[in-house]
Nanobody, 115 residues
Framework: QVQPVESGGGLVQPGGSLRLSCAAS????????MAWYRQAPGKERELVAS???????NYADSVKGRFIISRDNAKNTAYLQMNSLKPEDTAVYFC?????????WGQGTQVTVSS
C-alpha cells in the first residue's frame, strides 16, 4: 500500500478557488472510500468531505455549497474543488484512503486564504 499524496494547496485570496488532488494506491482505489480532512492551528482535525466507492458524497456543514469532492477511478485520484474560499478555510488539508485493509493518510497540503 502506497501512502496517498496530496497536491494543489497554496495561497489564495478570499472568494477565490483551489482544487486539491489526492493520488492514491491504484490496486484498490476503486474499492476505497476517499475523504478530505483539515486541521487549522490549535484545532482538531475535522472531516471536510467524503466520497464512497459508489460515488455517494458527504460534506461538513461549513463547506456545503462551496466545496465539491469527486473521484476519477481511471486516474486513481480524488479531488476537492474549493470555491468561495474564506479565511476560516485556512488549514492543512489531508487526504484519507479508507480500505478494507486499513486507512492511509497523506502528508497534507497547506491552504491559506488571505488578502
Amino acid at each position: 500500500q502506497v501512502q496517498p499524496v496530496e497536491s494543489g494547496g497554496g495561497l489564495v485570496q478570499p472568494g477565490g478557488s483551489l482544487r486539491l488532488s489526492c493520488a492514491a494506491s491504484g490496486r484498490i482505489f476503486r474499492l476505497s472510500a476517499m475523504a478530505w480532512y483539515r486541521q487549522a492551528p490549535g484545532k482538531e482535525r475535522e472531516l471536510v468531505a467524503s466520497i464512497g466507492s459508489g460515488g455517494s458524497t458527504n460534506y461538513a456543514d461549513s463547506v456545503k455549497g462551496r466545496f465539491i469532492i469527486s473521484r476519477d477511478n481511471a486516474k486513481n485520484t480524488a479531488y476537492l474543488q474549493m470555491n468561495s474560499l474564506k479565511p476560516e478555510d485556512t488549514a492543512v488539508y489531508f487526504c484519507r484512503q479508507i480500505t478494507g485493509a486499513g486507512d492511509y493518510w497523506g502528508q497534507g497540503t497547506q491552504v491559506t486564504v488571505s488578502s
